[in-house]
């Protein structure tokens, strides 16, 4: 019922820009957070940013004042601009959304996934 669409991964070199977009779709009363979480090689999974539906933020302290996150509640989609990109920021992203699917109920969906990859 709740799908995630990931767009915008690739390849850039240290110091470039790239930004992920992730879309909702299906059956939901509303999105609350989302967010993105980061798989990096050799790392555990790692929470990059969330954003509430106020567009309320918080970051990893490895990517403060590099990346920003938003999200548009009408489109349903969050955002990731990620500027200053270090070899390190190097992972497969996923986004993830908690939607409300009822006064009680809370799913949380995942994008399959975007490739992150930073040369030096």
Request: positive net charge; glycine residues 10%; charged residues 15%.
């Amino acid at each position: 019922q709740v799908h995630l669409m990931e767009s915008g991964g690739g390849l850039v070199q240290a110091g470039g820009s790239l930004r992920l977009s992730c879309t909702a779709s299906g059956s939901f009363f509303r999105i609350n957070t989302m967010g993105w979480f980061r798989q990096a090689p050799g790392k555990h999974r790692e929470l990059v940013a969330s954003i509430t539906t106020s567009n309320t933020t918080n970051y990893a302290d490895s990517v403060k004042g590099r990346f920003t996150g938003s999200r548009d509640n009408a489109k349903n989609t969050v955002y990731l601009q990620m500027n200053s990109l270090k070899p390190e920021d190097t992972a497969v992203y996923y986004c993830y959304a908690e939607a409300q699917l009822s006064f009680t109920h809370t799913y949380t969906a995942w994008g399959q996934g975007a490739q992150v990859t930073v040369s030096s």
